[in-house]
């Protein structure tokens, strides 16, 4: 979980069940950058499948409602994707610094 606490502060629900993820602030910036919140978005329609209904993207925080009922499974969808996501990212991270280094 420490690769996942690098990018990511925490993924919960919100007071309006809305799935709340906040990345590290050292982040933000790619956030803002239209290409980033249409690759953001295609990815959470793609794991969420119809029990997606809308993203939002705020400085340095998605926010992300899915239909009433799924939240919980949903929360838990996302944690796993997003853990999923980012050790094949370190993995080709690291493999590309073992050719680069050979």
Do not use: P, W
Request: charged fraction near 30%.
């Amino acid at each position: 979980m420490d690769t996942f606490n690098q990018f990511v502060k925490y993924v919960q629900l919100d007071e309006e069940k809305r799935i709340l993820i906040s990345l590290q602030n050292q982040f933000e910036s790619y956030l803002q950058d239209s290409k980033i919140k249409s690759m953001v978005k295609e990815a959470a329609k793609s794991i969420l499948k119809d029990d997606f209904v809308q993203l939002e993207i705020g400085k340095n925080i998605c926010r992300v409602t899915v239909k009433a009922g799924t939240e919980e499974k949903n929360l838990e969808l996302v944690k796993s994707e997003l853990v999923k996501g980012l050790e094949m990212a370190m993995a080709f991270l690291a493999q590309m610094h073992n050719i680069k280094n050979q």
